[in-house]
T-cell receptor
Framework: DQQVKQNSPSLSVQEGRISILNCDYT??????FLWYKKYPAEGPTFLIS?????DKNEDGRFTVFLNKSAKHLSLHIVPSQPGDSAVYFC???????FGTGTRLQVFP | DTAVSQTPKYLVTQMGNDKSIKCEQN?????MYWYKQDSKKFLKIMFS???????INETVPNRFSPKSPDKAHLNLHINSLELGDSAVYFC????????????FGSGTRLTVV
């Protein structure tokens, strides 16, 4: 029962360009989402969050957008940097159901 | 000064053995969790403790038993290990406010042979 889905397993972006990572969910009761970044052999690191009372939250190069009617959220990274290469997970907080993640590769 | 530390980082053991994974957090958080990352890379919650009390217990075989001696520690004991228990196990902690998310340990790779 995948309540959170990240349909793109991987994304490759050139340095300096925008990276857009997408996440879809099925439970309309979810009212808060978290994005995590994970490097190999490390635990996930909290990146940014968004509450359903907003449709956008920005933190430096990272912006998360929430479309409640479509049950869709996206993480934008602008400009992308090689150090952003990692696996990104989205999750609602209460039970921390993580999707399978999207592997982002930023190449020079 | 690691915030959430798990030991050991790697664990290779034979089927049928009993093993423990330890987790400690020095963030002063009041809630701790165990997650299992399966072969398809899903991260699934197993247990959650708040101030030493069990608050989430997902459908996990009762061979898995969490133990929280105090709110800074949540250990995972596994009895009669099976091949299917091979996975990466992550410990995490959180404190009240949702705004700060959860802090994860670096994971323990368990291999059952």
């Amino acid at each position: 029962d995948q309540q959170v889905k990240q349909n793109s397993p991987s994304l490759s972006v050139q340095e300096g360009r925008i990276s857009i990572l997408n996440c879809d969910y099925t439970n309309s009761m979810f009212d808060y989402f978290l994005w995590y970044k994970k490097y190999p052999a490390e635990g996930p690191t909290f990146l940014i969050s968004i509450s359903s009372i907003k449709d956008k939250n920005e933190d430096g190069r990272f912006t998360v957008f929430l479309n409640k009617s479509a049950k869709h959220l996206s993480l934008h990274i602008v400009p992308s940097q090689p150090g952003d290469s990692a696996v990104y997970f989205c999750a609602p907080p209460d039970k921390l159901i993580f999707g399978t993640g999207t592997r982002l590769q930023v190449f020079p | 000064d690691t915030a959430v530390s798990q030991t050991p980082k790697y664990l290779v053991t034979q089927m049928g053995n009993d093993k423990s994974i330890k987790c400690e957090q020095n963030l002063g958080h009041d809630t701790m969790y165990w997650y299992k990352q399966d072969s398809k890379k899903f991260l699934k919650i197993m247990f959650s403790y708040n101030n030493k009390e069990l608050i989430i217990n997902e459908t996990v075989p009762n061979r898995f038993s969490p133990k929280s001696p105090d709110k800074a520690h949540l250990n995972l004991h596994i009895n009669s290990l099976e091949l299917g228990d091979s996975a990466v196990y992550f410990c995490a902690s959180s404190q009240g406010s949702r705004d700060y998310g959860y802090t994860f340990g670096s994971g323990t790779r368990l291999t059952v042979v």
